[in-house]
């Protein structure tokens, strides 16, 4: 294979390499104030907390179903060759790539209502986050590694193509209201400000290469494809000195639109705890059902209709009447210019945000027993929690899911601690660790995801990591 084949495949492939946005070991872990991002109706066991600027919570996380980077750069003794062609066929278009990344810029929240018990919580905030996800372009992939020559009369599908992406800013404010000892519901109002945003999800197409009769093939494009853009383009074309220039210009440009100077959207999580026995808890929870307008610096391109392309009759060696090679490849562009007309638009669009379902079932047990009299205390608080939870998140195709069992356990009256196994598109082995210490009133937690795998990460198909500080003042044992 030349080296230009091999560039295709791997931009192909690398550049998908880009979350599950699955945050099990956080979900539901109420000693934590950032569960209430996951579920506006968690419990909440505190008075006031407020996020410490730009620590209080970041998570980055990024996964690529049915292939690794150890796929294709082991040093096993196989061939490259070998190790991409594998790559290549062994995946399908059901498989995806995806990134997801969350910085919290502000938090904040307070508890309120009747002055001997207060019974809600206002919780507040501000953060940033990068969503990008990809669908595998399998016969994209195909094209670029064989190449048309070897496929004459094969119709390869355009609509493979399948993505999108979105960098945006999020202020909400949501209430958790505890009804009774059994119920506990929250709503989180959000608004979104987009700083990027690219969706090509709604593809079709086919090309296919004939035997020609002017020239050797014929090259048959059927193309109705589509990439909507907003906030891109300005950014393009920012004047500039050279690219640490540019990269200046283009962050202080992103920052402008932080807070309501990008394209604007709306959404809403709701959610709720339900004790249906003192021992026994049911969670759920619905995020960002909401959307984006966008209507400043937009530009969707679309390419649209059949074409056919026969190539150029080669005449070099440049012997006076011939041509030289420069010449072949520029009639070749100055022809794929002008036979493919691609449209630029300005027209508003408006982008859904990927829904995100929680759910989860857990049994507590196991009361602190007191030394002093041999007795279980009699504060309410046990120390271990076993469950199952379930996740869900909408894509342009069908949903990602996965299941997590869990262990939850109280190790000190300053740390606790849980550990889960999840089972998704990624892996079957993600075993994590969630640790959350309390020294005074300030509370540090950390979490990873598919520990087994971090001893060689480039075998891991899926890797999640958060961590976060908060100062809590903590309700009064009564």
């Excluded at 996964?63 to 196989?78: E, P, R, T």
């Excluded at 300005?234 to 210009?249: C, F, R």
Aim: glycine letters at 8%; one cysteine or more.
């Amino acid at each position: 294979m030349n080296a230009v084949k091999k560039c295709c495949i791997l931009c192909l492939l690398l550049s998908c390499f880009v979350n599950a946005q699955n945050k099990q070991l956080l979900y539901n872990y109420t000693d934590i104030p950032q569960s209430l991002l996951l579920n506006p109706g968690a419990e909440v066991n505190y008075k006031w907390h407020v996020g410490i600027p730009l620590l209080s919570h970041l998570h980055a996380s990024a996964g690529a179903s049915g292939v690794s980077a150890y796929d294709l750069f082991a040093d096993n003794g196989i061939d490259f060759n070998e190790k991409l062609r594998r790559v290549v066929y062994n995946l399908d278009r059901k498989d995806y790539f995806t990134i997801n990344q969350q910085l919290e810029i502000l938090s904040g929240g307070f508890a309120f209502g009747n002055s001997y018990e207060p019974d809600k919580y206002l919780s507040f905030g501000l953060y940033q986050e990068l969503d990008v996800h990809f669908y595998y372009p399998r016969d994209y992939a195909i094209l670029a590694y064989e190449g048309n020559r070897d496929n004459i009369g094969r119709e390869f599908d355009l609509g493979d193509l399948n993505g999108k992406g979105e960098l945006i800013s999020v202020l909400h404010v949501g209430v958790t209201k505890k009804v009774n000892k059994k119920w506990t519901y929250g709503v989180r109002g959000k608004i979104y400000s987009s700083l990027l945003n690219f969706k090509s999800t709604n593809n079709s197409g086919r090309f296919v290469t004939t035997e020609g009769t002017n020239n050797f093939y014929n090259h048959t494009f059927d193309l109705d494809l589509e990439l909507q853009t907003s906030g891109v383009a300005s950014l393009v074309d920012l004047e500039n000195d050279g690219q640490n220039d540019w990269n200046q210009k283009a962050i202080k440009e992103l920052r402008k639109r932080v807070l309501f100077g990008g394209n604007l959207g709306l959404g809403v999580d709701v959610g709720f705890t339900y004790h249906p026995k003192e021992q026994f808890t049911i969670t759920g929870s619905i995020q960002d059902i909401g959307f984006i307008h966008h209507a400043k610096d937009v530009e969707t391109y679309t390419l649209k209709g059949e074409y056919t392309f026969e190539g150029v009759n080669p005449l070099f060696p440049n012997n006076g009447s011939g041509q030289t090679a420069d010449e072949y490849w520029q009639e070749i562009t100055d022809n794929f210019e002008d036979l493919f007309e691609l449209d630029t638009i300005t027209k508003n669009y408006t982008s859904w945000r990927s829904p995100k379902l929680n759910g989860s079932a857990s049994y507590k047990y196991g009361k602190k027993v007191l030394k002093e009299c041999n007795c279980t205390a009699n504060d309410g608080d046990y120390l271990n929690e076993v469950g199952v939870q379930l996740f869900a998140i909408g894509r342009s195709r069908r949903p990602q899911l996965a299941v997590t069992t869990f262990y939850y356990r109280r190790l000190f009256s300053f740390l606790s601690g849980k550990v889960t196994y999840t089972a998704d598109g990624f892996s079957k082995t993600n075993v994590g660790l969630g640790l959350s210490s309390h020294f005074g009133n300030m509370n540090f937690y950390l979490m990873a995801d598919n520990l087994f795998e971090y001893q060689n990460i480039a075998k891991a198909q899926y890797a999640s990591v958060q961590l976060g500080f908060n100062y809590i003042f903590p309700m009064e044992k009564k």
